[in-house]
């Protein structure tokens, strides 16, 4: 499975972007079945889980973004959202989104550089 993230772009610290995950058309009749999150991988780090949506819609946050990102999906239109305010220049990393626990399919991820 390789999902698809994009929204990417350059803000100013504070500011707010808004990723979006799309599942190929491959697994749109079992994409409402998997667990879904967004991961992140800053130059020199390991790549960590920033938030996750289960199947039924329950999601939880790393403490660095608690309160500040919120993920959401809309299994009709077989998308993940990150909408991501108060943003601040250690968000600034490539994220990628991925099934939960992720498959070894990363695709290309979305860059988000925050600016202080």
């Known amino acids: 499975v390789q999902l698809q993230a994009s929204g990417g772009g350059l803000v100013q610290a504070g500011g707010s972007l808004r990723l979006r995950c799309a599942a190929p058309r491959a697994i749109f009749s079992v994409f409402s079945l998997y667990d879904i999150a967004w991961y992140r991988q800053a130059p020199g780090k390991e790549r960590e889980s920033v938030a996750s949506?289960?199947?039924?819609?329950?999601?939880t946050y790393s403490d660095s973004v608690k309160g500040r990102f919120t993920i959401s999906r809309d299994n009709s239109k077989k998308t993940v959202h990150l909408q991501m305010n108060s943003l601040k220049s250690e968000d600034t990393s490539v994220y990628y989104c991925?099934?939960?626990?992720?498959?070894?399919?990363w695709g290309q991820g979305t860059q988000v550089t925050v600016s202080s």
């Open positions: 991925n099934t939960n626990p992720p498959s070894e399919n």
């Open positions: 949506i289960t199947f039924g819609g329950a999601a």
